[in-house]
């Protein structure tokens, strides 16, 4: 599956931004995906996941009650909602695909390994 990430930008602190994935070649409903972001000089890290069947889902702890993910199974897309944003929120952004063709429609995954696909970043920087 390819993955093509698009939305980010530069938003003041308290701000809010959308990033969408979109995604080709294989059928979308089979994934979990997930989003991820790396800041410089850090690790990637996992920032939030949802099923394939899009009814669970999973955020790192920093970005709860903040940050929204939800697909879209008809259009192939899986978005980020990211309100309330905070400088720390700076990184690039990336959505990555997990094959659960075989497996429960409710399960979700933070961890990095579980990801099959990966598409290219899309930068969200905040300002203070």
């Known amino acids: 599956v390819q993955l093509q990430a698009s939305g980010g930008g530069l938003v003041q602190a308290g701000g809010s931004l959308r990033v969408s994935c979109a995604a080709s070649?294989?059928?979308?409903?089979?994934?979990?995906m997930g989003w991820f972001r790396q800041a410089p000089g850090k690790e990637r890290e996992f920032v939030a996941a949802?099923?394939?069947?899009?009814?669970?889902?999973r955020y790192e702890d920093s970005v709860k009650d903040r940050f929204t993910i939800y697909r879209d199974n008809a259009k192939n897309k899986v978005y980020l909602q990211m309100d309330s944003l905070k400088p720390e929120d700076t990184a690039v952004y990336s959505c990555?695909?997990?094959?659960?063709?075989?497996?429960?429609?409710?399960?979700?995954?933070?961890?990095?390994?579980?990801?099959?696909?990966w598409g290219q970043g899309t930068q969200v920087t905040v300002s203070s």
């Open positions: 990555a695909a997990a094959d659960n063709t075989a497996g429960s429609g409710s399960f979700v995954s933070a961890s990095l390994r579980q990801y099959d696909y």
């Open positions: 070649g294989r059928p979308f409903s089979n994934y979990i």
């Open positions: 949802i099923s394939k069947n899009g009814g669970d889902t």
